[in-house]
């Protein structure tokens, strides 16, 4: 349920794993774009060095991609 009025946000810790590229860095969760009013605190997420992350408060995961 959506409370804010904006439909265009992305419910928050829906998914368990997102896509990013190197236009998303610095990489945190809850994304921008996300509803964050149900979520957890914004938390900076290393993911440059192994292409990959998990988030510690939700547990979804992130894959850096390439974009070509």
Same mark, same amino acid.
């Given at each position: 349920?959506?409370t #804010? /009025?904006? $439909?265009? !946000?992305?419910?928050p810790?829906?998914?368990? %794993?997102?896509e990013? $590229?190197k *236009?998303d860095l @610095? !990489? =945190?969760? @809850?994304? @921008? /774009?996300?509803?964050l009013w149900? #979520? =957890?605190p %914004?938390?900076f997420?290393?993911i440059e *060095? =192994? /292409?990959?992350v998990k988030?510690p408060?939700?547990g *979804?995961?992130y894959?850096?991609?390439?974009q070509s």
């Open positions: 349920m959506n #804010s /009025g904006n $439909t265009d !946000l992305i419910e810790n829906a998914e368990n %794993r997102y990013v $590229t *236009a @610095p !990489l =945190h969760c @809850p994304m @921008p /774009g996300m509803s149900n #979520s =957890h %914004r938390v997420l290393e *060095a =192994h /292409g990959k988030c408060y939700c *979804a995961d894959v850096l991609i390439n």
